[in-house]
């Protein structure tokens, strides 16, 4: 069993700057890809990015490519999402979930075996 807790969010204007983090317990953290997902109102959840267990490779969706950036520290047990230069359409609920078998495709909710509870991201135009 793994026990993700996000934090982080919060409310910025268009243009800011937010860390996400995503601390771990339970198992061995290293041996978990990790991905964050968000879900605006009335939406479905969508990918945002995604980080293998070792770090060495990430994937990202078009729309937040350049802007967004994930890593890891094994260390710590913890994973982030360094989001910049946000958009109101980036408001949404963000989770973070971890696969323990490599994910096929790790844009995908059902490679994922726990997830966090959420933090919220709000931003203002």
């Known amino acids: 069993q793994v026990q993700l807790v996000e934090s982080g969010g919060g409310l910025v204007q268009t243009g800011g700057s937010l860390r996400l983090s995503c601390t771990a317990s339970g198992r061995t953290f290293s041996s978990y890809a990790m991905a964050w997902f968000r879900q605006a109102p009335g939406k479905d959840y969508q990918f945002v990015a995604a980080?293998?267990?070792?770090?060495?490779?990430?994937y990202y969706p078009d729309s937040v490519k350049g802007r967004f950036t994930i890593s890891r520290d094994n260390a710590k047990d913890t994973v982030y999402l360094q989001m910049n230069s946000l958009k109101p359409q980036d408001t949404a609920v963000y989770y973070c979930a971890a696969a323990h078998d490599s994910p096929l495709n790790y844009s995908a909710t059902w490679e994922y075996d726990y997830w966090g509870q959420g933090t919220q991201v709000t931003v203002s135009s």
């Open positions: 980080i293998s267990d070792s770090g060495s490779d990430t």
